[in-house]
T-cell receptor, first 112, second 113 residues
């Protein structure tokens, strides 16, 4: 079945540091890929998505590129802020299923 | 505002006392789903519904029931809650089709003592 593997962290960075959170997937067919963010005490919010190979999703300074050849969708941000502290989830949907399949999540803490 | 509304946000109950967590969406989405979130286990799907009167089990359905009598509502029912159902629950909705993300509710933190 479909699955997502992401680096589990936690990840601790200083403000303005570069962020990468790795995500790889296994799926049949051509899934769509997503990054969700969960701020403390809140639900999950869609951060960005990509629906086909080589697409780049971007939002709020975050980017991720759908790499079919490496089955990856790594999340990057050039300069993190304290307000980016949250848990980030990589997810996929499709490949014959309507279910959104999540990775385990990566907790990011950004210190001033 | 397009949203998924869950109630209650917090609930403490005793073992065996039936409870219902409500979920409603205002986006005319066909697909709705319930997840539970537990430390170390991530997000696991409990039940989902492809449309009115069409529901099916997810990965961890034991101890839960759902119904979908109207398109906008998808309540989660625990007929005899047990302590291992203590968790954070999320309802989500979406249009059908792999390219669409889910919209999530704010969550219900359930404690069963």
């Amino acid at each position: 079945g479909n699955s997502v593997t992401q680096m589990e962290g936690p990840v601790t960075l200083s403000e303005e540091a570069f962020l990468t959170i790795n995500c790889t997937y296994t799926a049949t067919g051509y899934p769509s890929l997503f990054w969700y963010v969960q701020y403390p005490g809140e639900g999950l919010q869609l951060l960005l998505k990509a629906t086909k190979a080589d697409d780049k999703g971007s939002n709020k300074g975050f980017e991720a590129t759908y790499r079919k050849e490496t089955t990856s969708f790594h999340l990057e941000k050039g300069s993190v802020q304290v307000s980016d502290s949250a848990v980030y989830f990589c997810a996929l949907r499709g490949g014959g299923s309507e279910k959104l399949v999540f990775g385990k999540g990566t907790k990011l803490t950004v210190n001033p | 505002e397009a949203q998924v509304t869950q109630n209650p946000r917090y609930l403490i109950t005793v073992t065996g006392k039936k409870l219902t967590v409500t979920c409603s969406q205002n986006m005319n989405h066909e697909y709705m789903s319930w997840y539970r979130q537990d430390p170390g286990l991530g997000l696991r799907q409990i039940y989902y519904s492809m449309n009115v009167e069409v529901t099916d089990k997810g990965d961890v359905p034991e101890g839960y029931k759902v119904s979908r009598k109207e398109k906008r509502n998808f309540p989660l029912i625990l007929e005899s809650p047990s302590p291992n159902q203590t968790s954070l629950y999320f309802c989500a909705s979406s249009l059908k089709g792999g390219g669409y993300g889910y919209t999530f509710g704010s969550g219900t933190r359930l404690t069963v003592v």
